[in-house]
């Protein structure tokens, strides 16, 4: 298995506020991955860092075997690493086909992109001409996932998918992103809701003020062990 | 026959080729800084120079003055370029993309309106 993505010993901050305190982990093509962890606890920060957005401190951002820790966001972009921010990050203005159309930059045409997006989410067909603010939560969510998947990426990191979405849309969408990681992608899933993202993941680590504090594997990571990492207090 | 290149092989060998860029290419924002003091600095000093050079009948100082707003001057010409520069562009490669967008969908529309007059031209039907 080829391991895409190493974050190794990664500190951040943002100005004087030291976020990470030397982060480390690792992704393997074909798997997801969860990223637990209470507010304020990094999670985003580590997608950021994943994604070249934001600068690393200390440690080392290793894609494909590469250090690319510095490298331009864009070029990690082009190369297969797609962040799919907080907040689904979509043109509410813009119809689903026009969202979808601004994704030609990355080189292909209209009819592949439609035919990717359609073909996973065939809801956003029916929904084309719609304004993509006015779509559900889960429908947007599935608009902001088809334009990622039309960047054909190799490493895909989602933040907070479930939010604002009811458990069933949750259900349903990690559903789809266990068969884009089958098709061979790296997914980094954060969440701040464990229990929505952990039966799907292959291994999870929660992270606590800037630090992993724990590694699991989802079946044996217990809801008592997980409450007390978020607590702060020991299981 | 060689196994077909799977997409974590071709997101290894990308990344193998990708030439990571110089790290002063993300000085942007120092120099989007610098840009703008001198753009502001500029504009003082040459106002000042204007104001030394009139209270003054020392034609010794009033060179200096002179100079102190040629100075200024070229601070404010580099400042306010790089202060484009480093502001615009972002902006600029946006709105770019922006055009282009409108630009293929105005052709879709011609092309579209285009292939339904030539469906009206050809019909047989009497009007």
Not at chain 2, 51 to 69: C, E, G, K, M, Y
Request: with cysteine; net charge neutral.
């Amino acid at each position: 298995m080829t391991t895409l993505l190493e974050l190794r010993d990664v500190r951040a901050a943002y100005d004087e506020i030291t976020v990470l305190h030397g982060v480390s982990l690792s992704l393997v093509a074909g798997q997801v991955v969860a990223l637990l962890g209470p507010n304020g606890a990094g999670k985003t920060t580590t997608l950021r860092v994943a994604a070249g957005v934001h600068p690393v401190r200390s440690g080392r951002l290793v894609l494909g075997g590469r250090d690319v820790t510095g490298a331009n966001p864009r070029d990690l972009a082009r190369a297969g690493v797609c962040l799919i921010p907080e907040g689904r990050g979509v043109f509410p203005n813009l119809s689903v086909r026009d969202n979808l159309l601004m994704m030609t930059f990355t080189g292909r045409s209209r009819a592949e992109i439609e035919q990717i997006a359609y073909a996973r989410f065939p809801v956003l067909a029916k929904r084309a001409a719609q304004a993509a603010g006015t779509l559900s939560g889960g429908e947007q969510q599935m608009l902001a996932l088809a334009r990622g998947l039309a960047t054909d990426p190799a490493v895909l990191l989602l933040d907070e998918l479930s939010m604002g979405l009811a458990p069933l849309v949750v259900g349903r969408l990690y559903e789809h992103v266990v068969e884009i990681a089958r098709q061979g992608v790296a997914v980094l899933v954060v969440e701040q809701f464990a229990a929505a993202v952990l039966g799907i993941a292959d291994h999870a680590a929660v992270l606590v003020r800037g630090r992993v504090a724990h590694r699991i594997r989802p079946e044996h990571g217990t809801h008592a062990e997980l409450a007390a990492l978020y607590l702060g207090s020991s299981a | 026959m060689t196994a077909p290149e799977t997409r974590a092989d071709r997101f290894v060998r990308e990344l193998a080729e990708l030439k990571i860029p110089d790290p002063a290419a993300q000085r942007s924002g120092l120099w989007l800084r610098l840009g703008g003091t001198l753009m502001a600095l500029g504009l003082v000093l040459g106002a000042s120079a204007y104001f030394i050079s009139h209270n003054t009948t020392d034609p010794l100082v009033q060179r200096d003055a002179l100079a102190l707003a040629l100075g200024a001057v070229a601070g404010s010409v580099v400042g306010s370029a790089l202060f484009l520069r480093y502001s615009l562009t972002g902006f600029l490669r946006f709105w770019m993309a922006r055009q282009s967008y409108d630009l293929a969908l105005l052709a879709d529309r011609l092309f579209e309106r285009d292939l339904n007059d030539g469906f009206a031209s050809t019909d047989p039907a009497p009007r």
